[in-house]
């Protein structure tokens, strides 16, 4: 996945619960599972400055989740290679830092 389509899906992730409300199902890029829309009870609380709160895993409480109502077909595969990128991310600002 490239940073353009990574940075699309993982908008999604955040200010989400309207959109995540539309789903049937949601899969989560933190701990790449993926469940039905009623399992997700907690959402972050809203802050200053976001449109809308955001859904929170049933499974490992990270703000990581994508529901199909966004347009992803939410497959294993999809979920894997979202955290694939995150962890290149993470590790490539790592990298950056080291260097200064
Ligand atoms: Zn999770």
Known sequence: MNKTEYKKALKLSL????????????GCFYCIA???????EKWSDKKEGETDQTAICPYCASQSIIGDASGYDI??????????????????????????
């Open 75 to 100: 497959t294993l595969p999809f979920l894997q290679d979202m955290y694939d990128t995150r962890l290149m991310q993470i590790k490539r600002a790592a990298a950056n830092l080291n260097q200064d």
């Open 34 to 40: 993926i469940f039905p829309t009623e399992m997700i």
């Open 15 to 26: 200010n989400n619960k309207t959109l995540v409300l539309e789903s049937k199902k949601c």
